[in-house]
């Protein structure tokens, strides 16, 4: 069982669509389960209004639900005090940090790396805006100029993503062309996530 869980000092960045679609990504590839430990139930409110094609269960049913799962999601309540960050990596494979390609976002990201020390993590830069914008690259340039390991990809910002969960479904199962671009973004990223685990 591969354990991803995504987290962050700040809400507003896109952590549970990232999530929800990782878990999607996963769910090709074996038995999923999304933990939704978020207060605000974002997970289990965007499965409740459509179908999503992997199980989402809440922190008090996920002791049932996780065995037998080959991929276990779990989406964490934002803004996690160092010492629940460090407690969250070492129960995981790979701690995923959403990030806002914005100056407001790059100190927080730098302390938590700061506070995750040696941990397996990644900064996953979220609501890139469209080129001709380098706001996403500069970001993470400066992200690994400061030491912190970060996605080579990154989750184009687009009005699909509101339109997914109002919903209930993946991005990829929306029925416009152009939303489903967006798609390609997390897929990218579960093959680069893909490479991480080995």
Known sequence: MKILTVTGYKGGVGKSTTAVHLATYFSEKGKTVLVDGDPNRTSVGWASRGSLPFTVADERQAMRLVPGANYVIIDTPARPNSDDLKELAKGCDLLVLPTAPDVLSLQPMLETARDLGTAQYRALLTIVPPYPSREGELMRKDLKDGGVP?????????????????????????????????????QALGDEIMEVLK
């Open 150 to 186: 970060v996605f080579e990809t990154m989750i184009r910002r687009t009005v699909g993503f509101a339109k997914a969960a109002l919903a209930g479904l993946p991005i990829r199962d929306l029925n416009e062309e152009r939303i489903k671009a967006a798609w390609a973004d997390y």
